[in-house]
């Protein structure tokens, strides 16, 4: 069964930096695009970015150029790089795969979730 899985989340102070990482656990195919989401509880799971098979980008507007999605050397695997974090960033970060890029739908799969927490 194919998983998404992802590691590099932690607790970092105000103003600090972190990188999140996504890999497949075996391969799903090419043409995948990729994007990170977030979710705090009682609200919506949301955008934070996306990535094309084609290198376009679509960030979410509270991303004010601070966090960059990347996508690996190796086929499948994705990075989030979060800089000048805030303490609104705090929240369970998914990886997602999807064969489009519809990024407002919730398709595709999805990895376990890795928690941020921005917090002095």
């Known amino acids: 069964q194919v998983q998404l899985v992802e590691s590099g989340g932690g607790l970092v102070q105000p103003g600090g930096s972190l990188r999140l990482s996504c890999a497949a656990s075996?391969?799903?195919?090419?043409?995948?695009?990729m994007g990170w989401y977030r979710q705090v509880p009682g609200k919506q799971r949301e955008l934070v970015a996306g990535l094309s098979t084609r290198g376009a980008t679509n960030y979410a507007d509270f991303v004010e150029g601070r966090f960059s999605i990347l996508r690996g050397t190796a086929k499948n695997t994705m990075y989030l790089q979060m800089n000048s974090l805030k303490p609104e960033d705090t929240a369970v970060y998914y990886c997602?795969?999807?064969?489009?890029?519809?990024?407002?739908?919730?398709?595709?799969?999805w990895g376990q979730g890795t928690q941020v927490t921005v917090s002095s």
């Open positions: 075996e391969s799903i195919g090419s043409n995948i695009n």
């Open positions: 997602n795969a999807r064969r489009d890029t519809n990024w407002s739908y919730y398709g595709g799969l």
